[in-house]
């Protein structure tokens, strides 16, 4: 697929941040948005400490010689759509920074638009 093809895909699965720390993601599976979620955090070398479906969390917890904890929540805003919250710590400090709550979210829109693709 052409990186213009694959922009404008991945453009319709996540709209512009509502802020730093929150997206809106066009997607109402929620079962399917917080395994993606998990699989996001695995991937980017988070241990999965809770995950509870019916609240629609998941935390997890990244050690290399540091202490970086993640909560990511959704829930549902209208029929079409899922916010997705994240709140990162490190060392038990709330981090303000946009770079990584884009950089989680840039890559939770990957792995959306990769479980979005009919497997062949």
Known sequence: MSPVKTQKVLSSLVTTPVDNQRVAVRITFHHRLLRTIIATFQDLGFVIDD???????????????????????????????MI????????????????????FFSTLSKALFLEAQPIK
């Open 51 to 81: 995950a509870e479906e019916s609240l629609g969390t998941v935390s997890g917890t990244k050690r290399s010689g540091y202490f970086l904890r993640m909560t990511v929540s959704i829930r549902p805003r209208g029929t079409r759509q």
């Open 84 to 103: 997705v919250r994240s709140n990162v710590q490190y060392n038990l400090e709330t981090i303000e920074e946009p770079e990584p709550y884009q950089y």
